[in-house]
């Protein structure tokens, strides 16, 4: 399972985000990521442009919902060139400007709300809309299991598996203990991220310094 490192804390991308991807950067992570919102679109050229250079996988997390803001998201994602957009929740729209282009897609299913973003939905309805995700053309999903309102957290996970079959599936939100990742790899997940817990030392309580957080997420990633 892959872990996806964000540069983020609620739900905004940090201000300091080019020296936090530094900091990061002796770890060889292979993963990392940011929101559409938080900093200016001048840094997150070169955010991107760094991510590259050390060889990560680039993901654009869109926190806006609805059509107008899941075209706004992809038309960034083909500008900063990202190589996959999570997030949002039209995912026609999404795909009407990424098609053809290469970059992956992998909306939110349930009824997301808010910000920052909390979930709604059961799990059948998880599962009707990531088969329907998939049949549009979508590489996979984008589910915030943990900030789930009306369903248990892995119900929703299980329920998104079966839905996807093959199709990667990402869980983000809220994701602070070993424990949760060790039971998202249990039930199939592809990938997490984390990024609040991160920046507010919440991985390593007492341990100063982002490497410190950064490698207790790690080693939470390793087989039990």
Same mark, same amino acid.
């Given at each position: 399972?892959? %872990?996806?490192?964000?540069? *983020? ?24 990521? %940011? ?7 001048? *840094? ?6 760094? &991510?590259? !250079? ?6 654009? !997390? ?11 998201? #992809?038309?960034?994602?083909? !500008? ?10 039209? #995912? !026609?729209?999404?795909? @009407?400007?990424?098609? =053809? ?11 997301? @709300? ?7 939905? *059961? ?13 549009? =053309?979508?590489? =996979? ?7 789930? %309102? ?24 809220? &994701?602070?203990?070993? @424990? ?11 990938? %997490?991220?984390? =990024?609040?817990? &991160? ?7 007492? @341990? ?17």
């Amino acid at each position: 399972m892959d %872990f996806i490192f964000m540069l *983020t804390r609620e739900d905004r991308t940090v201000g300091d985000c080019l020296a936090a991807l530094e900091a990061a950067a002796p770890l060889g992570l292979r993963h990392v990521g %940011f929101k559409d919102v938080g900093v200016d679109p001048g *840094t997150q050229r070169r955010l991107v442009r760094r &991510i590259r !250079e050390l060889g990560a996988t680039s993901y654009l !997390e869109v926190v806006s919902l609805g059509a107008e803001a899941a075209r706004a998201a #992809a038309r960034a994602a083909l !500008e900063l060139g990202v190589d996959t957009l999570l997030g949002g929740t039209d #995912a !026609e729209a999404a795909l @009407e400007v990424l098609s =053809g282009s290469g970059v992956a897609y992998l909306p939110f299913p349930g009824r997301p @709300e808010g910000h920052p973003t909390r979930l709604g939905g *059961t799990p059948e309805q998880v599962t009707r809309q990531c088969r329907e995700l998939v049949a549009r =053309g979508c590489a =996979g999903a984008d589910l915030l299991a943990y900030r789930a %309102f009306e369903a248990e957290p892995l119900e929703l996970v299980r329920a998104a598996r079966a839905g996807l079959g093959a199709a990667r599936l990402v869980v983000a939100g809220s &994701i602070e203990r070993a @424990e949760q990742v060790q039971a998202l790899a249990a039930a199939g997940v592809d990938a %997490f991220t984390v =990024g609040s817990a &991160i920046f507010e030392g919440r991985w390593a309580p007492g @341990e100063p310094g982002l490497q410190a957080q950064l490698r207790a997420v790690l080693a939470a990633c390793r087989p039990q």
